[in-house]
Nanobody, 111 residues
Framework: QVQLVESGGGLVQPGGSLRLSCVAS????????VRWFRQAPGNQRDVVAT???????NYVDSVKGRFTISRDNAKNTVYLQMNSLKPEDTAVYYC?????WGQGTQVTVSS
């Protein structure tokens, strides 16, 4: 079956950086658009960044210029490099391929 496993979350100070990873198995990874979502307590789950099969990326306005999504099809892995982190970036971050979701990784930005 399809499995998505995120890692790389943690506690970071404002202005810091984190790199999230999501490894996929049970799916022909290169055929799919991959998305990162995030969900803060009390909020809905919203898309943050998208990368298509060709590596073209799109971002929500609030993270443009700070976050970079990339993929390595040989490793079945998608990354989210997050720089200049802000407290409002605090959330659980989820990897998504079509209807499949990972378990999420917590990102907390706090001094």
């Amino acid at each position: 079956q399809v499995q998505l496993v995120e890692s790389g979350g943690g506690l970071v100070q404002p202005g810091g950086s984190l790199r999230l990873s999501c490894v996929a198995s049970g799916v022909i990874f290169s055929r799919y658009v991959v998305r990162w979502f995030r969900q803060a307590p009390g909020n809905q789950r919203d898309v943050v960044a998208t990368v298509n099969q060709g590596g073209i990326a799109n971002y929500v306005d609030s993270v443009k210029g700070r976050f970079t999504i990339s993929r390595d099809n040989a490793k079945n892995t998608v990354y989210l490099q997050m720089n200049s982190l802000k407290p409002e970036d605090t959330a659980v971050y989820y990897c998504n391929i079509v209807g499949w979701w990972g378990q999420g990784t917590q990102v907390t930005v706090s001094s």
